[in-house]
């Protein structure tokens, strides 16, 4: 039987940070701000200081293990202007564990973690043509705020906000 376990990211972990975002990035284009071609060449210290930092700021990956392999990953950050309101983004799962409730496992956890910082309301950023992620949001409580804009990445492509109150 397979085992899933979804924990934070530990401040020494950032050769996994790097490998995931690069996997993700690779993976999915056209689901992130960031392109591979802007991330892949950051030197170790860009790595290093991005998960040393994660606490200090308010901020917290998410790694989902099957058997002890990174299949997933998303992060949480609540906002400097207002540490009601959190942001959570970049979920991504490898598609060898697709279709299997890791990823709203993964927002969920992401999800519990704001609601432990005292958020309460949780946005996030989704692709229009994400057809998969937006069904995933809208079946967790997320509604679209009005806001749009274009995906940094792939101009082409619309990105809406979805928020939701988060229980306390």
């Known amino acids: 039987m397979k085992s899933l376990s979804i924990r934070p990211l530990r401040t020494d972990e950032w050769e996994l940070l790097r490998e995931l975002r690069i996997r993700a990035l690779t993976d999915a284009p056209y689901a992130f701000a960031q392109t591979i071609g802007e991330i892949q060449d950051e030197p170790e210290m860009y790595w290093q200081q991005l998960a040393k930092n994660l606490r200090l700021s308010h901020h917290e990956f998410f790694i989902a293990f099957l058997n002890e392999e990174p299949i997933g990953i998303t992060y949480g950050h609540l906002e400097a202007a207002d540490r009601h309101v959190a942001q959570v983004g970049s979920i991504w799962v490898s598609p060898m564990a697709r279709g299997k409730g890791i990823g709203k496992q993964l927002l969920h956890r992401a999800m519990s973690w704001a609601t432990a910082q005292g958020a309460q309301r949780i946005k996030l950023w989704v692709t229009t043509d994400n057809s998969p992620a937006m069904k995933l949001y809208k079946s967790s409580g997320f509604v679209p705020t009005g806001k749009t804009d ?11 906000e979805m928020a939701r109150e988060l229980d306390p």
């Open 150 to 160: 274009l995906l940094p990445s792939y101009p082409s492509l619309h990105v809406i």
